[in-house]
Structure formats: C-alpha cells, structure tokens
C-alpha cells in the first residue's frame, strides 16, 4: 500500500523561506513529484525527483531521499501569491500513475 | 497549446440521480486520469487510461461509477446512482506517454459535484 504524510496547515511571512515536509511509504517508487494548487483551481506541477538529492528551479527547491522515504519543497523569497495547497505525490511503478498526500495549505501573511 | 478541457465546471444534482462529466486532454497525449477531490484531501485516482484501454480502476466504485474513452482521446466518467459522500471536484488529467521519466500530468479545471 502507500502512505503520505505531510503537515496540514503552514503559515509563513512574505519575502521569508519555508520548507514543506513530505514523508512516504510505497511498495513500488517511480518518482516524487511537487504540484501547486490554488484554491478552486486545478493543481500545476511544480517539481520532480526520482533521484536522491536537490533540484532547484527558481524560487523553488524539491529534495529527495529514497532511503529515508523522505523529500522536502522548499520555497524562498515568499510572494503573496504563493499562498496555496501543496501536494506531495509518488509516482508507483507498474501503471505508473500517481498517488497524493492530503496537501499543505500555506498562507502567506504580510 | 490548449490545455485538458472538462466539462461541466459546475452540477448540483439529488441524491439518486444520474451524472455525467466530459473530458478532452491535451492532443497527443495517450494517457488519460479521472480523479477525484474531496474538499480539503489531495485527490484519488479513480481510473487510468492509455489510449483506449484501462490501465488501472483498482480504486474506481463499479458498483456505480463507470468511464469509457472512446477512441483513445474524449472520455466521460458516469455516476449513477449518485450518493451525497460523492461530493467532490472531478479532475481529469492527461499525460504524454504514461508518466515515465519526469513527463507530469496536466490538469484540467475540474467538475465540482454537489449531491443533494
């Protein structure tokens, strides 16, 4: 089975640096990927690793550890704008779809 | 380059009542994903298709639920009988070739289901 845990509610200050945990457990591992969505909109991806380290795409870092079944995103120079659910979710081999954790609401306060 | 179009954006049925969602993904992507979103859960896969074949239902309620897409590209996802747990946002998705290497999937507006 798969399991995703991450926290539900995250609150952070504009222009600051948060980090968004996500720990898993899955039988079968293809890759973590990071969406972003909005509220009443639909989820954009964000990131992807499928290998142990950092990957840094602007304003946004994703870092994975398979052995500790482990990533983070991490989001520096917080805009407004940035307030949303982040979506923590592991590829599983086979029929390669994706599984998703609850999310972490931020809100982005002034 | 037009994303996964759904329709309707917006249902209030009764309980017991039947529904139905459409969906159009982006061209050429072979794989197509209905999930669904429960307010304030991360969302579900119901079912997987790759091109016009089944990939995975194993999470798709049989009993009342059905999808079919019809040469490989528009997919409709059926409830009938609805139950009021159904509440929730209908995305579909579609990916390029299934979700291998780091191709993602894309998201459309969603369906947002209200039972009665």
């Known amino acids: 089975g798969q399991n995703i845990d991450q926290p539900t509610e995250m609150t952070a200050t504009e222009g600051a640096i948060v980090q968004i945990n996500c720990t898993y457990q899955?039988?079968?591992?293809?890759?973590l990927f990071w969406y972003q969505q909005h509220a009443g909109e639909a989820p954009t991806f964000l990131s992807y690793?499928?290998?142990?380290g950092l990957e840094e795409k602007g304003r946004f870092s994703s870092f994975l550890s398979r052995s500790k079944g482990y990533s983070y995103l991490l989001l520096k120079e917080l805009q407004m704008k940035d307030s949303a659910s982040y979506l923590c979710?592991?590829?599983?081999?086979?029929?390669?779809?994706?599984?998703f954790g609850t999310g972490t609401r931020l809100t982005v306060i002034p | 380059e037009a994303g996964v179009a759904q329709s309707p954006r917006y249902k209030i049925i009764e309980k017991r009542q039947s529904v139905a969602f459409w969906c159009n993904p982006i061209?050429?992507?072979?794989?197509l994903y209905w999930y669904q979103q429960i307010l304030g859960q991360g969302p579900k896969l119901l079912i997987q298709?790759?091109?016009?074949?089944?990939?995975?239902d194993s999470q798709l309620p049989k009993d009342r639920f059905s999808a079919e897409r019809l040469k490989g590209v528009d997919s409709t996802l059926k409830i009938q009988p609805a139950k009021l747990e159904d509440s929730a946002v209908y995305l579909c998705?579609?990916?390029?070739?299934?979700?291998?290497?780091?191709?993602?999937?894309?998201f459309g507006q969603g369906t947002r289901l209200t039972v009665v």
């Open positions: 998705a579609s990916s390029l070739d299934g979700g291998a290497g780091n191709t993602e999937a894309f």
């Open positions: 899955t039988s079968g591992f293809n890759g």
């Open positions: 690793n499928v290998l142990d």
């Open positions: 979710a592991v590829r599983r081999t086979g029929a390669n779809n994706l599984f």
């Open positions: 061209s050429g992507h072979a794989t």
């Open positions: 298709f790759q091109n016009n074949g089944v990939v995975d």
